[in-house]
């Protein structure tokens, strides 16, 4: 097979349907920059789990003058009974399971209280005597905070015992959500992408089928008739999956690094490297759909 006439008549076609050229490469585009965009969202989720789920504490609230239940009859834990749950923090039963933990008094919790919501008005009605006193305790493996939850609940002064990873995963769920929209848009925008890339084929074939009845008139293979249209598919896929990965590098780089990395200064962010794992994965996701979508469609119509 000659490459170089293979390679003209694939830059003639391409020439001739500029348009519709553009509109293979457009599509592609928008359907790989989703498509990268979902990756990097998955990539960034492993990161905050990794990075979150190793810093999430278990909180031992002990009760206050406001809080409900029978473990609270008596109003604000008493010293007592503040100093009964340390003791079982450094018993053996449950001290095999901890890193390390301290004790946050109502003048902490309300001080950190007020930096939290710093402006709110609500930061001018609760007083330090509402909040909890509190045990934050860190694990040493984070997985099994059901120890603590089930020796320290229903003790006498503690309102409640919460492991903060059960609010991690409602964020993490929620981020899980986005990422399966923006990952059902691509694969919605990636279907039209290959009805595209064989209508774009089958057109091409179709306005230049006296050439083609000419070919198979002097005995051309079927592979050299083929080969030309397959490529014009690839080549217009290829510059838009080059466009989804500069969009891709750009979000990275301005928006995730640049703007959001000077404002969460304490969250692991995915980086350039991500970003540049991510680009190959979308250079060869439209090769290869454009080159399915391109011979099925010039297989058909020779078959016509």
Not at 6 to 15: D, F, H, I, K, T
Not at 150 to 168: H, I, P
Not at 278 to 289: D, H, S
Request: charged share 15%; hydrophobic share 50%.
């Amino acid at each position: 097979m000659r490459i170089g006439l293979v390679l003209s008549e694939a830059a003639n076609g391409l020439r001739r349907n500029a348009s519709m050229v553009v509109s293979v490469v457009l599509v592609t585009f928008i359907s790989l920059t989703f498509v990268g965009a979902a990756v990097l969202m998955q990539m960034q989720i492993g990161q905050m789990k990794n990075f979150w789920y190793d810093k999430a504490q278990v909180g031992i609230y002990m009760c206050s003058d406001i809080s409900p239940g029978e473990t609270c009859t008596g109003g604000d834990a008493s010293p007592e009974q503040i100093a009964a749950v340390e003791a079982q923090l450094k018993s053996p039963t449950l001290a095999s399971f901890i890193d390390n933990y301290y004790f946050e008094t109502h003048e902490q919790a309300f001080e950190n209280f007020k930096k939290q919501f710093a402006g709110n008005p609500v930061a001018d009605y609760v007083t330090a005597d509402q909040l909890n006193q509190t045990f934050w305790v860190n694990l040493q493996d984070p997985a099994q905070s059901a120890v603590l939850v089930e020796s320290l609940s229903g003790v006498a002064g503690v309102e409640n015992v919460a492991d903060q990873r059960k609010y991690l995963d409602q964020i993490f769920s929620v981020l899980n959500v986005a990422s399966y929209t923006a990952i059902g848009i691509a694969g919605l925008m990636l279907i039209a992408a290959a009805l595209l890339i064989a209508t774009t084929i089958r057109l091409s074939a179709f306005s230049r089928r006296r050439e083609l009845g000419i070919m198979r008139l002097v005995g051309a293979s079927n592979r050299f008739i083929q080969t030309p249209f397959i490529l014009e598919g690839v080549f217009a896929a290829l510059l838009g999956s080059l466009l989804a990965g500069g969009a891709i590098v750009a979000l990275v780089y301005f928006f995730v690094q640049g703007y959001l990395g000077a404002r969460l200064t304490g969250f692991a962010l995915v980086g350039m490297d991500d970003a540049l794992v991510v680009v190959p994965i979308l250079l060869v996701v439209g090769a290869v759909l454009a080159a399915f979508s391109a011979n099925f469609a010039i297989t058909r119509y020779l078959k016509v």
